[in-house]
Structure formats: structure tokens, C-alpha cells
């Protein structure tokens, strides 16, 4: 089997190293997504763009699922969030029939994000009473506005809140509300602040398209920077991509596998002067250089890439600023927050602690021997691992808990600690080697790589059955171009992506471990 591994791992390494861009960096990106293409037509529209606004519907009306729903990308199960904002982009543009009823009744029984809900009301297909969110008075500054005063199932991180804004801003300027109409001027001034100087809001067309919807009757000279944006974003098929991409995310990752594959690190310079010009002067990184907000998972992951460097005086700076601005987003419970509490001012919400953002940082921390951090961020995993265990933990999953039990192993607790784990992985192996979500149906490369890394770690032999069992899955999956079908594992609400970066990251991180032993 050795050999086997041996040249899909290579495989594996030649297409990522053909994925980099200009030499410096990369950036799978976005494929069209339905629910992103179903918005711009309707900004297309609005804006008299009908030759992009045809193509678009065009890629809706050829990507329809069996079901009449689309899912979030080309292929994927039909969604209600893409499929409700297909029927609304079907409905301004007179393509909407009574038989598509059925599925505006059917979806309207779940759980709908207030934007969805806002395009369906834009296009008459529902009430704008019927559009719950916080009046623009609570908040028309979304940096002071506190949702405690709105009943929200989960705290919102800032983007979230921006797009509830954006939302209600729509929702007040379709309303003949006197007194809310008199803070429609100060959304729109907190809104520009965060603009790019490229038209768009932080990379997504989501919330740029809703920004644009609400301009439509203002004269302000940034429209049609924004609107450019948007007609960029659409591709050659005519759908339209959610978001740029995560360059700084793929391109840390990118080096990390590349490490992993036994390559020479040092010789991607130009990779890492990219990463260091890319940092924030506070020390952090968020996911595209100059316009998206700081976060942990992008910053520890930058730093941990620069780990793998030969040490020089601008890494040491680059790392020892980033660790001290990840310092200060550890919690009480020694979890460490996703996104900043104090971005441009208090955000309250922010402190979303995830297991693998944890497990990243206390990874940094233990590289710059910062002690105490260290500690808290241990118990709090511990906690989490042993006390907790969930795999349906918000951004958890087999690939959070590869990470932690990784970083835990470092710190001296050993496989007689994880016996429970490790049976409940072995008892959830599908029939044909993998793991993945429920079944065989839904068998996935990337968690079946994660779990087949914790198995290896915890003292699993290479020779066993269900390693070979689940490795035979990853060769057998493995296409002509060296990567690995991509399955979705990540999450820009309210629609699921998938990224073939973290894909090659997973086989490639499990292969080197494979023919280490």
C-alpha cells in the first residue's frame, strides 16, 4: 500500500503546486452558486443589466434540481435559501409560474434567513411584514447594535449583524415609517464606512447586492463601482460566484500541505512576503488582504505557516505581533473567539469559541512558549474532547477533532485517554471505507482523512482493516488531475461552500502520516 500512497501523495502535491497564482499565492475561490446568481439577476434587473440578468437565469433554469429546487452550488441538494431567492429572481423577471408554488409553500416551512425573506418581499412573493428583523432605529449602527433586543438564536458575528443592516435598511425604505425613514441617511454613512475601494463589502456578493438594492433610488457615486463588482463576480457560464475566494486562508494552508508533502518551503519566497504584506497593523489576517474583517482561524493559520519558514527578523515580528493580538480573543473558559469583540468598538456576540480555532492557536502559542494561554486553551479543549463531545458542535466535525486530539497528544495526553473516541469512529466507518455526514450516499474524502489521522495518531496500526479500508476509498477517489472530489465543508451564511484546498490538505496531512509509520 506504501507505494500506492506514495505517488497519489505526489499526485496530490503537482496539482496544488499547478493551483498557485502569479507565483505567489492561492485561491481556489467560489464556483456559481445559485443562491449568489439568483441575487445579482435581481440587481442586474434592477439596474437595467438584462443582457447579465438573462445569462444568470439562464444557469438557474439549466442547474435546476429533479426536486424544481437548486442547491447551493451546481449539483448539490436543493436548498432553501438558493431555491426561495431562484423563485424571486424568477418572479421579477416574469418567468415565474403558479406550479413553482408548491416550493415557495414547501420551503417557506423552515427556518428562512431574514435576507432570503427580504428578496421574496422586494419581489412581491411575500409581505414585507413578513420580514423579521430589528427596526433600522435599533440599528442603523451595526457596531453599537446590541441583539439582546431581538430574539436570536445564536450570537451574531459582525458580518451577520452588517447583514441585518443591510436587511433592514431594505425592509425600512419599502416601509412608509416616518420615524424610521429619519435614520435611513445615518445606516447608509455607517454602511459606506465599510466599503471597499474595489465597489464591494467584504468580498461577498450577498451583502453588496443588498447594499446596491437599497442605493437603487439614491444617487450616490459608488454605485456603479459596486455594480461593476458585482458584473466581475459573474463568470463565463453566467452564474455568479458568492464570494473572491479566501486567498490568505488557501494560501497558509497551501504551504502547511506542501510541508506535509516533504517539499522545501523555503523555496516559496515569494509565498511568504505575500502572507507578511498581507497582515493587519494590529497583527492580524482575515481571509482576503485589505478589506475582510481579522480572525482568529486566518491569523493562527498564518502564523503557522510562517513557522515552517527559516526563522528571519520579519517572521519573528510578523508572529510575535499576530500572538499578541490572539491573546487578547482568549475567553474566560480559555476557548479563543473566532471573530474580535472589539472590532472598530465593542461588538457584543463575537465570542464564538470553536474547537479548531482553539486547537490552531494553542498550537501557536506552544511554538512561542507563551505558557499561561497555553494552559487555558488545553482545558478548554480537554473539556470539549472528553466532557462535550458533539460532532454536530457549530464548526466542529471530524476535522476540528482531528486537530484537537493532535494538539492534545502534544501536550502529554496519550490514546488510553481517547478509547472512547476512537470506538465511536470505528463503529461509524461506511460500509465502502468512509466516513462522511450519514451514509454511504454521502461519503466524503475530507472527513474520511481527518478521522483515518486521529485513528493513526491514537496508536491505530497502518495495517489494520479499517485503515486499509478507508485509505483503498481515497486512492479509489483520487482524479486524473491529482486532486479529490471536494464536499462541502465550510459555511458563509446562509449558504454552504466547498474547496478543494482543504481537500488536497486532508488526503495529503494523512499520506505523510501513513508512510512516517
Known amino acids: 500500500m506504501h507505494k500506492k500512497v506514495e505517488n497519489s501523495l505526489n499526485n496530490g502535491l ?14 481556489y475561490g467560489f464556483k456559481s452558486c445559485s443562491f449568489a446568481t439568483a441575487i445579482a439577476s435581481i440587481v442586474f434587473q434592477e439596474y437595467g443589466r438584462k443582457k447579465e440578468s438573462k445569462k444568470a437565469i439562464n444557469w438557474l433554469l439549466e442547474n435546476q434540481n429533479d ?20 423563485l424571486a429572481t424568477f418572479k421579477l423577471n416574469n418567468y415565474y409560474e403558479s406550479n413553482l408554488d408548491y416550493l415557495l409553500k414547501y420551503f417557506l416551512n423552515y427556518d428562512v434567513s431574514p435576507q432570503t425573506l427580504c428578496y421574496l418581499a422586494y419581489v412581491g412573493l411575500i409581505n414585507w411584514d413578513d420580514v423579521k428583523i430589528p427596526k433600522l432605529c435599533m440599528m442603523s449602527n451595526p457596531i453599537l447594535f446590541n441583539e439582546t433586543e431581538f430574539k436570536l438564536d445564536e450570537p451574531m458575528v459582525f458580518i451577520e449583524r452588517f447583514t441585518s443592516t443591510a436587511v433592514s435598511l431594505l425592509k425600512t425604505l419599502n416601509s412608509s415609517d416616518d420615524c424610521e425613514l429619519a435614520f435611513v441617511k445615518n445606516a447608509f454613512d455607517n454602511i459606506f464606512k465599510f466599503q471597499a475601494f474595489n465597489g464591494c463589502w467584504f468580498g461577498y456578493t450577498h451583502i453588496t447586492a443588498l447594499i446596491l438594492l437599497a442605493m437603487t433610488n439614491f444617487n450616490f457615486d459608488c454605485k456603479i463601482n459596486s455594480l461593476n463588482w458585482i458584473l466581475n463576480m459573474q ?25 506535509n508533502g516533504g517539499l522545501d518551503i523555503n523555496k516559496y519566497v515569494n509565498s511568504k512576503k505575500w502572507i507578511l504584506n498581507s497582515q493587519k497593523t494590529n497583527g492580524a489576517w482575515g481571509w482576503i488582504p485589505d478589506y475582510s474583517p481579522v480572525d482568529s ?7 503557522l505557516a510562517l513557522d515552517l519558514y527559516n526563522n528571519s527578523n520579519d517572521i519573528f515580528a510578523a508572529r510575535y505581533n499576530a500572538i499578541k493580538w490572539l491573546k487578547l480573543r482568549q475567553v474566560d473558559d480559555g476557548g479563543i473567539a473566532t471573530f474580535p ?25 506552544i ?24 460532532l454536530n458542535d ?12 493532535e494538539v492534545l497528544i502534544k501536550r502529554g495526553f496519550n490514546e488510553k485517554n481517547f478509547k472512547e473516541i476512537m470506538a465511536f469512529l470505528v463503529k461509524n466507518q461506511n460500509k465502502n471505507g468512509s466516513w462522511g455526514d450519514e451514509s454511504d450516499s454521502n461519503s466524503c474524502v475530507e472527513e474520511t482523512s481527518f478521522v483515518l489521522y486521529i485513528l493513526i495518531l491514537l496508536g491505530m496500526n497502518i495495517f489494520d482493516d479499517v485503515i486499509k479500508k478507508g485509505s483503498e476509498f481515497l486512492l479509489k477517489n483520487q482524479l486524473d488531475d491529482g486532486s479529490w472530489k471536494s ?12 474547496n478543494k484546498i482543504w481537500t488536497v490538505y486532508s488526503v495529503i496531512r494523512l499520506f505523510n502520516l501513513i508512510l512516517e509509520r
Open 14 to 27: 503537482e496539482y496544488l503546486i499547478s493551483q498557485q497564482k502569479e507565483n505567489k499565492y492561492w485561491n
Open 67 to 86: 426536486d424544481g429546487g437548486w442547491g447551493d452550488i451546481k449539483g448539490g441538494p436543493s436548498e432553501k435559501n438558493s431555491t426561495l431567492c431562484s
Open 235 to 259: 463568470n463565463d457560464d453566467g452564474g455568479v460566484s458568492i464570494s473572491e475566494g479566501l486567498p490568505i486562508h488557501d494560501t497558509a494552508l497551501s504551504l502547511i500541505t506542501l510541508k
Open 297 to 303: 482561524d486566518d491569523t493562527a493559520l498564518c502564523c
Open 341 to 365: 469583540v472589539d472590532y472598530d468598538g465593542y461588538v457584543p456576540g463575537g465570542e464564538i469559541t470553536t474547537l479548531s480555532v482553539t486547537s490552531r492557536t494553542l498550537k501557536t502559542f
Open 367 to 390: 511554538s512561542m512558549n507563551d505558557l499561561d494561554e497555553s494552559k487555558k486553551a488545553e482545558k478548554y479543549l480537554s473539556n470539549k474532547v472528553f466532557n462535550k463531545f458533539s
Open 394 to 405: 457549530w464548526f466542529f466535525g471530524y476535522y476540528s477533532l482531528s486537530l484537537a486530539i
Open 487 to 498: 464536499s462541502y465543508l465550510g459555511y458563509i451564511p446562509p449558504v454552504r461552500y466547498d
